[in-house]
Protein backbone atom coordinates (compact mmCIF):
# COMPACT_ATOMS: atom_id res chain seq x y z
CA UNK A 1 0.00 0.00 0.00
CA UNK A 2 1.83 3.14 -1.04
CA UNK A 3 2.69 5.91 2.09
CA UNK A 4 3.07 2.25 3.94
CA UNK A 5 5.86 1.92 6.93
CA UNK A 6 8.02 -0.70 6.20
CA UNK A 7 7.19 -3.76 9.26
CA UNK A 8 9.52 -3.36 11.96
CA UNK A 9 10.16 0.45 11.26
CA UNK A 10 9.61 3.22 13.38
CA UNK A 11 7.58 6.12 11.43
CA UNK A 12 9.70 9.30 12.01
CA UNK A 13 7.07 11.47 9.77
CA UNK A 14 5.92 14.22 11.46
CA UNK A 15 2.37 16.65 9.97
CA UNK A 16 3.64 17.61 6.89
CA UNK A 17 5.78 14.63 5.87
CA UNK A 18 9.09 15.95 7.53
CA UNK A 19 10.93 13.04 9.03
CA UNK A 20 11.38 13.77 12.64
CA UNK A 21 14.50 14.16 13.68
CA UNK A 22 16.10 11.31 16.21
CA UNK A 23 16.34 11.97 20.26
CA UNK A 24 19.13 11.96 21.89
CA UNK A 25 19.00 8.97 23.67
CA UNK A 26 18.41 7.13 19.76
CA UNK A 27 21.23 8.93 18.66
CA UNK A 28 23.73 7.47 21.51
CA UNK A 29 22.17 3.65 21.20
CA UNK A 30 22.65 4.08 17.37
CA UNK A 31 25.70 6.39 16.94
CA UNK A 32 28.40 4.86 14.75
CA UNK A 33 26.52 1.25 14.64
CA UNK A 34 26.92 -0.45 11.48
CA UNK A 35 23.60 -1.56 9.18
CA UNK A 36 24.37 -5.10 9.89
CA UNK A 37 24.01 -7.99 8.19
CA UNK A 38 22.00 -11.50 8.80
CA UNK A 39 23.90 -13.14 11.83
CA UNK A 40 26.09 -10.16 12.16
CA UNK A 41 26.22 -8.56 16.10
CA UNK A 42 24.65 -5.45 16.46
CA UNK A 43 28.46 -3.58 17.20
CA UNK A 44 31.40 -5.42 16.16
CA UNK A 45 34.26 -6.68 18.66
CA UNK A 46 37.24 -4.73 18.96
CA UNK A 47 39.98 -5.78 15.94
CA UNK A 48 43.26 -7.12 17.54
CA UNK A 49 45.90 -6.42 14.84
CA UNK A 50 49.36 -4.09 14.37
CA UNK A 51 49.67 -4.95 10.13
CA UNK A 52 47.00 -5.67 8.03
CA UNK A 53 47.14 -7.63 4.70
CA UNK A 54 48.80 -5.34 2.13
CA UNK A 55 49.32 -6.17 -1.31
CA UNK A 56 50.78 -3.64 -3.38
CA UNK A 57 50.99 0.24 -2.86
CA UNK A 58 50.56 1.32 0.77
CA UNK A 59 46.84 3.50 -0.09
CA UNK A 60 45.64 -0.08 -1.60
CA UNK A 61 43.94 -0.73 1.97
CA UNK A 62 41.87 1.29 4.66
CA UNK A 63 44.03 -0.24 7.22
CA UNK A 64 47.89 -0.74 6.80
CA UNK A 65 49.00 -0.43 10.49
CA UNK A 66 47.84 -0.40 13.79
CA UNK A 67 49.34 2.97 14.42
CA UNK A 68 47.77 4.43 11.42
CA UNK A 69 44.34 3.04 11.83
CA UNK A 70 42.18 0.62 13.10
CA UNK A 71 38.05 -0.48 12.67
CA UNK A 72 37.74 -0.07 16.47
CA UNK A 73 38.30 3.51 16.05
CA UNK A 74 36.77 4.37 12.91
CA UNK A 75 33.35 3.17 14.45
CA UNK A 76 33.62 5.21 17.46
CA UNK A 77 34.99 7.99 15.86
CA UNK A 78 31.74 7.88 13.61
CA UNK A 79 29.57 8.03 17.11
CA UNK A 80 31.70 10.77 18.82
CA UNK A 81 31.29 12.91 15.01
CA UNK A 82 27.27 12.41 15.05
CA UNK A 83 26.93 13.49 18.44
CA UNK A 84 29.10 16.35 18.36
CA UNK A 85 27.72 17.33 14.65
CA UNK A 86 31.38 16.90 13.23
CA UNK A 87 34.81 14.53 13.22
CA UNK A 88 36.09 13.37 15.90
CA UNK A 89 40.14 11.99 16.70
CA UNK A 90 40.07 9.57 19.87
CA UNK A 91 43.34 9.53 21.43
CA UNK A 92 45.06 7.30 24.58
CA UNK A 93 44.06 9.80 27.18
CA UNK A 94 42.36 13.39 27.59
CA UNK A 95 45.30 14.88 28.17
CA UNK A 96 46.87 13.15 25.10
CA UNK A 97 43.65 14.72 23.38
CA UNK A 98 44.69 17.99 24.59
CA UNK A 99 48.55 18.08 24.15
CA UNK A 100 47.39 17.15 20.30
CA UNK A 101 45.67 20.18 20.26
CA UNK A 102 47.61 22.50 21.61
CA UNK A 103 51.37 21.73 20.99
CA UNK A 104 52.06 21.36 17.39
CA UNK A 105 49.49 24.35 17.30
CA UNK A 106 51.41 27.37 18.98
CA UNK A 107 55.11 28.38 18.15
CA UNK A 108 57.25 30.82 19.96
CA UNK A 109 55.42 34.45 19.95
CA UNK A 110 52.20 32.58 19.47
CA UNK A 111 49.67 33.94 21.94
CA UNK A 112 47.23 31.06 24.00
CA UNK A 113 44.28 32.49 26.10
CA UNK A 114 42.99 29.98 28.24
CA UNK A 115 40.94 30.03 31.89
CA UNK A 116 43.44 30.38 34.91
CA UNK A 117 40.58 27.99 36.56
CA UNK A 118 40.84 25.29 33.96
CA UNK A 119 41.44 21.21 34.34
CA UNK A 120 45.10 21.58 36.06
CA UNK A 121 46.69 19.03 33.69
CA UNK A 122 45.78 21.98 30.84
CA UNK A 123 47.22 24.34 32.63
CA UNK A 124 50.41 22.35 33.53
CA UNK A 125 50.52 22.03 29.49
CA UNK A 126 50.61 25.63 28.75
CA UNK A 127 53.18 26.64 32.11
CA UNK A 128 55.94 23.42 31.75
CA UNK A 129 55.45 22.87 28.13
CA UNK A 130 54.13 25.78 26.18
CA UNK A 131 55.59 28.91 28.25
CA UNK A 132 59.60 27.30 28.21
CA UNK A 133 59.25 27.26 24.13
CA UNK A 134 58.03 30.96 24.03
CA UNK A 135 54.60 30.59 24.03
CA UNK A 136 52.29 33.53 25.47
CA UNK A 137 50.01 32.44 27.71
CA UNK A 138 47.21 34.71 28.94
CA UNK A 139 45.23 33.27 31.75
CA UNK A 140 41.98 34.58 33.13
CA UNK A 141 39.04 32.69 35.35
CA UNK A 142 36.37 31.47 33.29
CA UNK A 143 33.62 33.77 34.78
CA UNK A 144 35.86 37.39 34.17
CA UNK A 145 36.71 36.18 30.47
CA UNK A 146 37.61 39.50 28.39
CA UNK A 147 37.40 39.70 25.03
CA UNK A 148 40.09 42.59 25.11
CA UNK A 149 42.88 39.77 25.51
CA UNK A 150 41.82 38.18 22.28
CA UNK A 151 43.74 40.76 20.31
CA UNK A 152 46.81 38.81 18.89
CA UNK A 153 45.93 35.68 20.19
CA UNK A 154 46.76 32.19 17.93
CA UNK A 155 43.65 30.37 20.24
CA UNK A 156 41.29 30.70 22.63
CA UNK A 157 41.21 27.68 25.28
CA UNK A 158 37.69 28.16 26.98
CA UNK A 159 36.65 25.28 29.73
CA UNK A 160 32.77 24.84 30.88
CA UNK A 161 32.00 24.50 33.16
CA UNK A 162 35.02 24.67 34.49
CA UNK A 163 36.93 22.34 36.63
CA UNK A 164 36.62 21.61 39.54
CA UNK A 165 34.93 25.12 40.42
CA UNK A 166 31.87 25.15 38.03
CA UNK A 167 31.68 28.68 36.53
CA UNK A 168 30.62 28.83 32.79
CA UNK A 169 31.22 30.92 30.18
CA UNK A 170 29.18 32.28 26.80
CA UNK A 171 30.89 29.80 24.11
CA UNK A 172 29.13 32.00 21.35
CA UNK A 173 29.95 35.52 22.36
CA UNK A 174 33.54 34.14 23.27
CA UNK A 175 33.68 32.61 19.96
CA UNK A 176 32.57 35.40 17.87
CA UNK A 177 35.02 37.84 19.41
CA UNK A 178 37.68 35.56 19.42
CA UNK A 179 37.15 35.03 15.57
CA UNK A 180 36.91 38.85 14.98
CA UNK A 181 40.01 38.66 16.49
CA UNK A 182 41.32 36.17 14.17
CA UNK A 183 41.81 33.24 16.73
CA UNK A 184 40.55 29.59 16.72
CA UNK A 185 38.43 28.52 19.79
CA UNK A 186 38.46 25.13 21.70
CA UNK A 187 36.07 24.05 24.04
CA UNK A 188 37.06 21.70 27.03
CA UNK A 189 33.18 19.71 26.71
CA UNK A 190 34.49 17.43 30.11
CA UNK A 191 31.93 18.28 32.22
CA UNK A 192 29.26 19.05 29.81
CA UNK A 193 29.23 16.16 27.53
CA UNK A 194 27.74 16.76 23.64
CA UNK A 195 24.46 15.31 25.30
CA UNK A 196 24.38 19.09 27.32
CA UNK A 197 26.60 21.43 25.14
CA UNK A 198 27.81 21.06 21.65
CA UNK A 199 30.10 23.82 20.65
CA UNK A 200 30.80 23.48 17.61
CA UNK A 201 27.24 24.38 17.37
CA UNK A 202 28.23 27.23 19.63
CA UNK A 203 30.57 28.34 17.10
CA UNK A 204 33.76 26.33 18.30
CA UNK A 205 36.44 25.41 15.69
CA UNK A 206 37.17 22.49 18.16
CA UNK A 207 35.36 20.43 21.07
CA UNK A 208 37.93 18.39 23.30
CA UNK A 209 36.90 15.86 25.96
CA UNK A 210 38.03 12.94 28.05
CA UNK A 211 36.31 9.88 27.38
CA UNK A 212 37.18 8.53 30.39
CA UNK A 213 34.28 10.20 32.09
CA UNK A 214 30.25 10.39 31.53
CA UNK A 215 30.75 9.03 28.29
CA UNK A 216 31.94 5.50 28.99
CA UNK A 217 30.77 5.79 32.29
CA UNK A 218 31.93 2.91 33.92
CA UNK A 219 35.64 3.89 35.21
CA UNK A 220 37.50 1.16 33.48
CA UNK A 221 39.34 3.00 30.86
CA UNK A 222 41.53 6.18 30.25
CA UNK A 223 40.42 7.73 26.29
CA UNK A 224 39.96 11.30 24.84
CA UNK A 225 39.20 12.81 21.58
CA UNK A 226 39.00 16.09 19.79
CA UNK A 227 36.03 16.74 17.15
CA UNK A 228 36.28 19.21 14.83
CA UNK A 229 34.21 20.74 11.14
CA UNK A 230 37.29 21.67 9.07
CA UNK A 231 38.69 18.36 7.47
CA UNK A 232 42.13 20.10 7.42
CA UNK A 233 41.92 20.43 11.68
CA UNK A 234 41.18 16.76 12.08
CA UNK A 235 43.98 15.75 9.08
CA UNK A 236 46.06 17.48 11.39
CA UNK A 237 44.70 15.65 14.28
CA UNK A 238 45.26 12.56 12.87
CA UNK A 239 48.97 13.03 11.64
CA UNK A 240 49.82 13.90 14.85
CA UNK A 241 48.48 11.03 16.41
CA UNK A 242 50.11 8.42 14.07
CA UNK A 243 53.54 10.02 14.30
CA UNK A 244 53.88 10.28 18.05
CA UNK A 245 52.17 7.24 18.99
CA UNK A 246 49.44 8.74 20.77
CA UNK A 247 46.95 5.95 19.79
CA UNK A 248 44.47 4.34 21.96
CA UNK A 249 43.67 0.28 22.29
CA UNK A 250 41.24 -1.25 20.38
CA UNK A 251 39.53 -3.11 23.63
CA UNK A 252 39.33 0.69 25.48
CA UNK A 253 37.47 1.62 22.41
CA UNK A 254 35.25 -0.75 21.58
CA UNK A 255 34.10 -0.78 25.64
CA UNK A 256 33.93 3.61 25.30
CA UNK A 257 31.48 2.78 22.00
CA UNK A 258 29.32 0.24 24.03
CA UNK A 259 28.75 2.23 26.85
CA UNK A 260 27.37 5.38 24.89
CA UNK A 261 24.17 3.12 24.35
CA UNK A 262 23.74 4.25 27.57
CA UNK A 263 25.13 7.38 28.21
CA UNK A 264 21.51 9.36 27.65
CA UNK A 265 19.81 7.04 30.46
CA UNK A 266 23.12 7.55 32.96
CA UNK A 267 22.62 11.24 32.59
CA UNK A 268 19.43 11.50 33.22
CA UNK A 269 19.69 10.22 36.76
CA UNK A 270 23.18 11.77 37.44
CA UNK A 271 21.50 15.11 36.70
CA UNK A 272 18.26 14.49 38.87
CA UNK A 273 20.64 13.29 41.57
CA UNK A 274 23.45 16.19 41.57
CA UNK A 275 20.27 19.00 41.13
CA UNK A 276 17.92 17.08 44.29
CA UNK A 277 21.35 16.94 46.39
CA UNK A 278 22.49 20.88 45.22
CA UNK A 279 18.94 21.77 46.55
CA UNK A 280 19.33 19.92 49.70
CA UNK A 281 22.55 20.89 50.38
CA UNK A 282 21.64 24.94 49.81
CA UNK A 283 19.38 24.33 53.00
CA UNK A 284 21.48 23.30 55.28
CA UNK A 285 23.89 26.10 57.57
CA UNK A 286 26.80 23.82 57.70
CA UNK A 287 27.52 24.24 54.13
CA UNK A 288 28.74 27.39 53.12
CA UNK A 289 28.45 27.35 49.55
CA UNK A 290 27.23 24.89 46.91
CA UNK A 291 28.05 25.01 43.31
CA UNK A 292 25.65 23.46 40.65
CA UNK A 293 24.65 25.54 37.33
CA UNK A 294 21.36 23.81 37.74
CA UNK A 295 20.25 26.18 40.50
CA UNK A 296 18.20 28.71 39.86
CA UNK A 297 20.81 31.04 42.37
CA UNK A 298 24.20 29.73 40.87
CA UNK A 299 25.69 32.47 39.38
CA UNK A 300 26.18 30.31 36.60
CA UNK A 301 22.62 29.37 36.27
CA UNK A 302 21.78 31.92 33.38
CA UNK A 303 24.24 31.64 30.87
CA UNK A 304 23.86 27.47 31.38
CA UNK A 305 20.65 27.59 30.67
CA UNK A 306 20.77 29.23 27.45
CA UNK A 307 23.88 26.52 26.30
CA UNK A 308 23.20 23.40 27.89
CA UNK A 309 20.48 21.24 27.49
CA UNK A 310 21.29 19.60 31.28
CA UNK A 311 23.73 20.73 34.11
CA UNK A 312 25.41 17.75 34.32
CA UNK A 313 26.51 14.91 37.37
CA UNK A 314 28.92 17.39 38.78
CA UNK A 315 28.44 19.50 41.73
CA UNK A 316 30.76 21.48 44.17
CA UNK A 317 30.12 22.09 48.07
CA UNK A 318 31.58 24.18 50.67
CA UNK A 319 32.64 22.71 54.34
CA UNK A 320 33.96 25.23 56.67
CA UNK A 321 37.58 23.15 56.86
CA UNK A 322 39.99 20.52 55.83
CA UNK A 323 39.14 18.52 59.04
CA UNK A 324 35.52 18.61 58.17
CA UNK A 325 35.63 18.01 55.05
CA UNK A 326 37.72 14.95 55.32
CA UNK A 327 35.14 13.34 58.26
CA UNK A 328 32.31 14.39 55.99
CA UNK A 329 34.25 11.77 53.43
CA UNK A 330 34.81 9.01 56.00
CA UNK A 331 31.49 9.05 57.50
CA UNK A 332 29.76 7.97 54.06
CA UNK A 333 28.96 4.63 53.14
CA UNK A 334 27.51 4.87 49.66
CA UNK A 335 29.93 7.42 48.47
CA UNK A 336 33.50 6.37 47.03
CA UNK A 337 36.10 9.11 48.20
CA UNK A 338 38.23 8.57 44.26
CA UNK A 339 39.47 11.32 42.12
CA UNK A 340 37.78 11.61 38.67
CA UNK A 341 33.85 12.06 38.31
CA UNK A 342 31.26 10.75 35.82
CA UNK A 343 30.99 6.93 36.36
CA UNK A 344 27.87 5.03 37.83
CA UNK A 345 29.48 4.86 41.04
CA UNK A 346 28.85 7.94 42.97
CA UNK A 347 32.44 9.60 43.96
CA UNK A 348 33.90 12.82 45.84
CA UNK A 349 36.76 14.12 47.08
CA UNK A 350 38.45 17.26 48.84
CA UNK A 351 39.49 18.32 46.04
CA UNK A 352 42.00 20.79 47.95
CA UNK A 353 44.19 17.74 48.19
CA UNK A 354 45.68 18.56 44.80
CA UNK A 355 48.48 21.18 43.94
CA UNK A 356 46.88 24.03 41.93
CA UNK A 357 43.31 24.43 42.19
CA UNK A 358 42.73 27.41 43.69
CA UNK A 359 39.67 26.03 45.68
CA UNK A 360 39.29 25.77 49.56
CA UNK A 361 40.59 23.38 51.79
CA UNK A 362 36.88 21.99 52.75
CA UNK A 363 35.69 22.12 48.86
CA UNK A 364 33.92 18.95 48.03
CA UNK A 365 33.81 18.05 44.08
CA UNK A 366 31.28 15.47 44.19
CA UNK A 367 29.96 13.22 40.81
CA UNK A 368 26.51 11.96 41.24
CA UNK A 369 26.46 8.40 40.13
CA UNK A 370 23.09 6.16 39.43
CA UNK A 371 22.50 5.42 42.56
CA UNK A 372 18.73 6.01 44.23
CA UNK A 373 18.60 9.69 44.18
CA UNK A 374 17.13 9.16 47.49
CA UNK A 375 19.73 6.89 48.69
CA UNK A 376 22.45 9.24 47.77
CA UNK A 377 20.81 12.61 49.51
CA UNK A 378 20.51 10.37 52.42
CA UNK A 379 23.86 8.89 52.73
CA UNK A 380 25.30 12.69 51.88
CA UNK A 381 22.75 13.95 54.80
CA UNK A 382 23.75 11.27 57.32
CA UNK A 383 27.47 11.79 56.87
CA UNK A 384 27.18 15.42 57.32
CA UNK A 385 24.95 14.95 60.66
CA UNK A 386 27.82 12.36 61.51
CA UNK A 387 30.83 14.89 60.73
CA UNK A 388 29.20 17.85 62.07
CA UNK A 389 31.84 19.05 65.08
Known amino acids: MAGAR ?73 ALGELEGGRAVVFSSGMAAVSALLLPRLRASDVLVAPSDSYRGTRTVCEELLEPQGVRVRLLPTAEQDTATFEGAKLVWLETPSNPGLDVCDIRALADAAHAAGALV ?24 SASKMLSGHADLILGYVAARDPEHVAELRHWRTETGSVPGPFEVWLAHRSLATVALRLERQCETALALAEALSARDDVLEVRYPGLEGDPAHAVASRQMARFGPILGFTLESRERAERFLAACRLVIEATSFGGVHTSAERRGRWPGDAVPEGFIRFSAGCEDTGDVIADVLQALDASAP
Open 186 to 209: AVDNTFATPLAQRPLDLGADFTVA
Open 6 to 78: EPGKPDRREAGGRERPLGEGTRAVRAGVPPGAQGDPFLPGPTFAAPYHLVGDVDAAEYVYGRYGNPTWSAYES
